[in-house]
């Protein structure tokens, strides 16, 4: 596999003849995928599939390459990225926003200490009532939209690529929409007095 | 307890909510001169902050780099030392 610089590998690659520089570049990045995905349960088939599907891509995408980082190393990035969305998308796909939610043991944001009317107040503990502040900041700050992607990811599992999909976003809006959250209970508990690290030190002592 | 560690990890998350905080899109940008900077022994986390940061809380972007450095570790950056870039 010749050393080209990544000008070379730009040139050429956009050039009436690509075909060298294509067959080595899908050789690197054949070889570069099945080290990467080497603990996921994938065939030869779908190595090469992604490299394939890779390579359209990254010929879509050639004028957006900078030169911040080697040709060869975006070009890996731009690959694993297509092979790992994809299996994701395998991984979860029969598994529904609802099911997972209704999972979670978030469902129920009622503290059970407070829907029991009758409990006597100096019975519960301190981190109980702090637990369930902070179920009432998050019922009360964050909508439904907002709660529901917060439980999917942290509590779920599920990765933001499949939530966003489910939720008719796409997985930036996804991050900055759960970003949002957390900054507006972050303001909220501050607001109350409840410092993140008294409430972690409770935690410990629970 | 379930919801007691369900609540903490909620706590933790808001606590280390930074304003600054850059989306998915912003750290795939970046990603492939971060994984360059980690390859060539360079402390990446230092040099590019808020990429790091990133990284650390969404599981997405971190398969992702991960991935990627193992592709470069054994191809690409593994053979040569004077194969580093500069």
């Known amino acids: 596999m010749g050393m080209r610089t990544d000008a070379e590998w730009c040139s050429q690659l956009s050039s009436a003849a690509p075909d060298s520089a294509l067959a080595d570049l899908r050789g690197l990045l054949l070889r570069g995928l099945s080290f990467a995905l080497a603990s996921y349960r994938v065939t030869e088939s779908d190595l090469e599939d992604f490299v394939q599907d890779g390579l359209i891509k990254i010929l879509q995408e050639l004028s957006s390459y900078r030169g911040d980082a080697r040709f060869t190393t975006w070009a890996q990035k731009v690959c694993v990225r297509l092979a790992l969305t994809e299996l994701r998308r395998r991984r979860w796909r029969d598994v529904s926003l609802d099911d997972l939610v209704a999972n979670t043991e978030m469902a129920d944001i009622t503290p059970a200490v407070l829907a029991d009317r009758s409990a006597d107040p100096s019975q519960v503990a301190p981190v109980q009532m702090m637990v369930a502040a902070v179920q009432r900041i998050i019922a009360e700050e964050l909508t439904e939209r907002q709660r529901t992607a917060m439980m999917a990811v942290m509590q779920g599992g599920m990765p933001l690529q499949e939530v966003a999909e489910r939720m008719g976003a796409n997985r930036n809006a996804l991050y900055k929409l759960i970003h949002d959250s957390r900054q507006r209970l972050q303001k909220r508990m501050l607001y109350e007095g409840l410092t993140p690290q008294e409430l972690l030190a409770m935690f410990e002592q629970a | ?86």
């Not at chain 2, 001169?33 to 997405?60: I, S, W, Y």
């Open chain 2, 1 to 86: 307890m379930q919801e007691l560690s369900s609540i903490r990890d909620i706590v933790q998350m808001v606590a280390a909510t930074r304003a600054d905080e850059i989306g998915c899109d912003e750290c795939f940008e970046q990603l492939d001169r971060f994984a360059e900077t980690v390859l060539a022994g360079k402390n990446a986390a230092e040099a590019m902050p808020l990429v790091q940061d990133h990284l650390n809380r969404c599981g997405d972007c971190r398969e992702e780099f991960e991935a990627l450095l193992a592709a470069l570790r054994l191809t690409t950056f593994a053979p040569r030392p004077d194969s580093y870039p500069v």
